[in-house]
């Protein structure tokens, strides 16, 4: 019983601590999905600074922003948005790509 | 404040990891698969996953689990499972043993803060006995550049007319590397009643088509104490469409 109890309370303290400010306000950066391309198809960010990317789609089809390299995957539905944190990046290149149309939807993060 | 709040949130990561696996102890097989918090909407899944427990103590030998499982999102923040749990002892049939239900609520968005939160919910009906389980875990993700480390820590309550009313705990922590889409290397540990085990894992994905992903993990989890199965091997397949 004890253990359980020491257990919840730790839990308790989790989830209220999941309300903190975590980050000061990140750098935002926009990209739009229009006729299955991302615009722009190539962005800049700084480099050791975790950034906070808007995809808008503008199509009428969902698609979802995806890339190994920055370990992400994020359904944005068809004329919505969707928020997405990355970083900090390391200086180099990050490949994205749309899962649901992977041919024309690409793209690159360049952390500099 | 801010480096402040981060740091707080650290030692409690590591609190969590620490000081709930040495007190936690529940029965029943712990070993299973580690849960991330995170949901996609428009997601739909098919999940096969069993353990295969093999021990020197002939009570706890040739035990085998399966669950099957099919599951949908409806948003962003919520997933749902249903599972039919079979279960083989020795020779004797394979029987199907229960049936389970599934709710995971992702809390926060991936990268926004230190750590990433989740919650499961599942409750479990015994098909031939009056036993039911209610459970609740609370799901942790911290990325350490190609390294992800993911902790489950977990509270369930047991009862009906079969069994004498319990509350448990469990622990199951995972330390990814991630090597490439195609195949990731992992350490994972397990705490429970009768069973402490750590071992290696392999998990990876595969695209068959636009849209679709194969998800596999396969390992074997060693006991590190008498009271645990020398070995416990566990395997998933996860076709999302």
Known sequence: ?112 | MVRRAAGLQSGLFCLLVMGIGSVARADGPVVDKVYDPYVQPLEREIELRGIVQNDSNATRDEIQLYQLGVGRSWSDKWWTEAYFIGKQVGDGGFALQAFELEAKWQMTEQGEYWADWGLLFELERERQVDIFELSTRLLVVKEWGRWVTTANVGVNYEWGDDIVKEWKTSLAVQGRYRLSRAIEPALELYVGQNHAGIGPVLTGEFRPGIGKKLNWEFGVIIGVDGNSPDQTWRGLIEYEF
């Open chain 1, 1 to 112: 019983m004890a253990a359980l109890y020491r257990s919840g309370s730790l839990l308790l303290l989790v989830l209220s601590l999941t309300a903190l400010p975590a980050a000061a306000a990140k750098p935002e950066f926009k990209i739009e999905i229009r006729n299955h391309l991302f615009e722009p198809s190539e962005l800049v960010v700084p480099a050791n600074t975790k950034i906070k990317l808007i995809v808008y789609n503008r199509d009428s089809t969902a698609e979802e922003f995806e890339s190994y390299e920055l370990n992400r995957e994020k359904v944005v539905m068809g004329n919505r948005k969707a928020v997405i944190f990355i970083g900090p990046l390391k200086p180099g290149t990050y490949p994205f790509f749309g899962e649901f149309h992977p041919n024309t939807a690409q793209g690159i993060i360049i952390a500099e």
